[in-house]
């Protein structure tokens, strides 16, 4: 199968993140044939691919026709890293792009062609959206074995809180009051944020039903934590998805 990766606008870390599988890379390659990794290697083969990971925002001109093309030329296109499927933190800063130009660079004129950060979500459609900042390695890893293998992926529609009783992790929220917000976002973590005993900052985005922010938003309040700290909380990770 033919395999390509590109990479919009973000840290590099997702692209990285592929990399990091080390020996379990070599057991994609046999069954991957790759045409395009900048983060990886120089060499590049236009052709129609099998499968298209994407990761970053899009950003600017260059990321949305370098999208279009991975959509195109594509049987799957995979969303990858949170900045790919909810805009992550690049997406969650406020204000028109003209007007941060302008704060940046004392200039509203647009010669780079920069666009209101965006996940690839909002422009094409996508066949899997893998989240995560960063995501578990496993997860692209599975799936790119499953689609290999002709196996039907499985989508993960459940909360962290659901990982940390099946690893019977004291409840942060409950027992701490910390600003836990596992209960609204999508698990796939293994819960490793309240494995360290820290709170979950919901940087695999919200749950795609069934989440409550209202419940969670007055549980926290209730807790002591004012408006404005919560409001940036729940925006972090999943821009205006989390209303209350």
């Given at each position: 199968?033919?395999?390509g990766?590109?990479?919009?606008?973000?840290?590099?870390?997702?692209?990285?993140?592929?990399?990091?599988?080390?020996?379990?890379?070599?057991?994609?390659?046999?069954?991957?044939?790759?045409?395009?990794?900048?983060?990886?290697?120089?060499?590049?083969?236009?052709?129609?691919?099998?499968v298209?990971?994407?990761?970053?925002?899009?950003?600017?001109?260059?990321?949305?026709?370098?999208?279009?093309?991975?959509?195109?030329?594509?049987?799957?296109?995979?969303a990858?890293?949170?900045?790919?499927?909810?805009?992550?933190v690049?997406?969650?800063?406020?204000?028109?792009?003209?007007?941060?130009?302008e704060?940046?660079?004392?200039?509203?004129?647009?010669?780079?062609?920069?666009?209101?950060?965006?996940?690839?979500?909002?422009?094409?459609?996508?066949?899997?959206?893998?989240?995560?900042?960063?995501?578990?390695?496993?997860?692209?890893?599975?799936?790119?074995?499953?689609?290999?293998?002709?196996?039907?992926?499985?989508?993960?529609?459940?909360?962290?809180?659901?990982?940390?009783?099946?690893?019977?992790y004291?409840?942060?929220?409950?027992?701490?009051?910390?600003?836990?917000?596992?209960?609204?976002?999508?698990?796939?973590?293994?819960?490793?944020?309240?494995?360290?005993k820290?709170?979950?900052?919901?940087?695999?985005?919200?749950?795609?039903?069934?989440?409550?922010?209202?419940?969670e938003f007055?549980?926290?309040?209730?807790?002591?934590?004012?408006?404005?700290?919560?409001?940036?909380?729940?925006k972090?990770?999943?821009?205006?998805?989390?209303r209350?």
């Amino acid at each position: 199968m033919k395999l390509g990766v590109f990479e919009l606008t973000d840290c590099g870390g997702c692209a990285l993140n592929i990399l990091f599988l080390y020996e379990k890379l070599f057991d994609l390659l046999e069954f991957y044939e790759i045409k395009e990794f900048h983060m990886a290697s120089s060499f590049k083969e236009h052709d129609h691919l099998d499968v298209a990971i994407v990761t970053g925002t899009v950003s600017c001109q260059r990321d949305l026709e370098v999208l279009r093309h991975a959509r195109n030329y594509s049987n799957y296109l995979i969303a990858l890293g949170t900045c790919a499927t909810h805009g992550s933190v690049q997406g969650a800063v406020e204000g028109k792009i003209r007007d941060k130009l302008e704060k940046v660079y004392g200039t509203r004129a647009n010669t780079m062609k920069a666009l209101d950060p965006k996940p690839v979500v909002e422009y094409v459609a996508v066949d899997f959206a893998l989240p995560g900042c960063p995501y578990d390695k496993m997860e692209i890893y599975q799936l790119l074995i499953d689609l290999a293998k002709g196996v039907e992926p499985i989508k993960k529609d459940y909360p962290v809180c659901i990982e940390c009783k099946l690893n019977e992790y004291e409840c942060v929220l409950v027992k701490k009051g910390l600003p836990c917000l596992g209960p609204i976002t999508v698990g796939g973590c293994n819960a490793i944020c309240v494995k360290s005993k820290l709170g979950c900052i919901g940087c695999r985005g919200p749950l795609p039903k069934e989440a409550n922010p209202a419940g969670e938003f007055e549980i926290l309040r209730n807790l002591g934590y004012d408006e404005e700290y919560l409001r940036r909380k729940f925006k972090t990770f999943a821009r205006g998805e989390l209303r209350w």
